[in-house]
């Protein structure tokens, strides 16, 4: 079981199960009284959009972890699990079956609200997902932007499903005010997992180069790719305070947590960014920005103590 959950990524899966379940209940449900927000998912039909996203994610692990035995070998020999733990054939079952009853699941949730078109985003984030696993990876920065649109789009999923069906003519300004501050998120998700995505190519380029990968730090070479990545890292520090002083400026709490919690700490990434040499380095980078988006979504529970006009 865990070499299972290993090849599933059981750690990011939680992250993001928590990260959609802070946008229903910490973002949206609190304000239903105070602001009229109308939500459209049971419950359990909200548990099934949340299981359909995680299986989904789950199985793009899995694929790419098919793809990437021998490069796996080099970059992280301690962490194999395929034809180690788990047979290649057996893995592949595993990521066929999570991936029809995570589209499965997409298609009787987006028929069940009425708005059938919303399907597409399970399809499309599992067809991405196999592509950039069997041959997007091998471009450089496509691949990164592919994966960190999936990212995105599991965060924005929830205010589609969630605001978008329940929108009239008498509340179509707050359920459109808070499906931006979902956006917004997604935006800031897609941010950080790219520049994520740039630094592990840094710390993976060994494996990716014996494997005849085309990453940004094999064309650039790694000190190249570092300082690409640090000027990509700027985007979101700038970002995110321009969002502060626009929206945040008279919320101290507010401020204070998104000073302290997440732009101090990118400020410290842009800085190691700009010297960092080994793989020891870049792994702790990728660590950083990876506790960078955990904590980026936690400030969904400062919405409670946060007045919205």
């Not at 009284?33 to 049971?42: A, E, F, K, N």
């Not at 692990?61 to 490069?71: G, V």
């Not at 992280?76 to 595993?94: F, G, M």
């Not at 399970?122 to 067809?127: L, N, P």
């Amino acid at each position: 079981m865990i070499h299972f959950l290993n090849l599933i990524r059981w750690k990011n899966l939680l992250m993001i199960a928590l990260i959609q379940y802070l946008i229903k209940y910490a973002l949206l449900l609190p304000f239903q009284q105070s602001h009229g927000v109308l939500i459209t998912l049971s419950n359990f039909n909200f548990f099934l959009l949340v299981l359909a996203t995680v299986l989904i994610a789950a199985g793009g692990y899995i694929i790419n972890d098919i793809y990437d035995i021998e490069i796996d070998k080099i970059n992280k020999p301690d962490k194999v699990v395929i034809d180690k733990h788990i047979s290649e054939k057996n893995a592949y079952n595993l990521f066929i079956a999570c991936n029809i009853i995570g589209v499965g699941i997409g298609f009787y949730l987006a028929n069940g609200i009425g708005k059938s078109a919303f399907f597409s985003i399970f399809f499309v984030a599992s067809a991405l997902l196999y592509i950039y696993s069997t041959s997007l990876k091998q471009i450089a920065v496509l691949g990164n932007v592919i994966v960190s649109i999936v990212v995105a789009l599991s965060i924005l999923s929830v205010g589609l499903f969630e605001l978008v069906p329940a929108i009239n003519i008498n509340n179509k300004a707050v359920q459109t005010t808070f499906l931006k501050i979902i956006i917004d998120y997604a935006i800031f998700a897609f941010m950080i997992n790219l520049l994520r995505e740039l630094v592990k190519d840094i710390e993976d380029i060994d494996g990716d180069y014996k494997a005849g990968l085309k990453t940004l730090p094999i064309l650039l070479g790694r000190k190249r790719a570092a300082k690409v990545a640090f000027i990509v890292s700027l985007v979101p520090i700038l970002s995110i305070t321009d969002y502060i002083i626009t929206y945040l400026f008279k919320q101290q709490i507010a401020v204070a947590y998104f000073l302290l919690l997440v732009i101090a700490p990118l400020i410290y990434v842009s800085i190691k960014l700009f010297s960092a040499k080994s793989k020891a380095q870049f792994k702790h980078i990728s660590l950083t920005l990876k506790l960078v988006m955990l904590t980026g979504m936690l400030s969904l529970l400062l919405y409670n103590f946060i007045i919205l006009d």
